[in-house]
């Protein structure tokens, strides 16, 4: 892992977060589109922020064990 160029590496630890908070970021402006009913509205909400909440974690806790950092 030491071997790859400081972008490789960044990319590599960092990606994925960045993935995450990316599909967050549009399931957060769908869920601000005005044709939507509450329902829907409110189940894309929790889905961005359960998302974030769940997803970023997991990546640091799996590049833990893959020891990655």
Known sequence: ???LP????ALLLYGPVLLVAFV??????AARRPDLSP???RALDAAWI???LVGV???LVLGVML???
Do not use: I
């Open 24 to 29: 967050a970021g549009g399931l957060r402006v």
């Open 67 to 69: 020891r990655l950092w």
């Open 57 to 59: 974690p997991l990546w």
């Open 50 to 52: 359960g998302l974030l």
């Open 39 to 41: 329902r829907r509205r």
């Open 6 to 9: 400081p972008l490789s590496r």
């Open 1 to 3: 892992m030491s071997g």
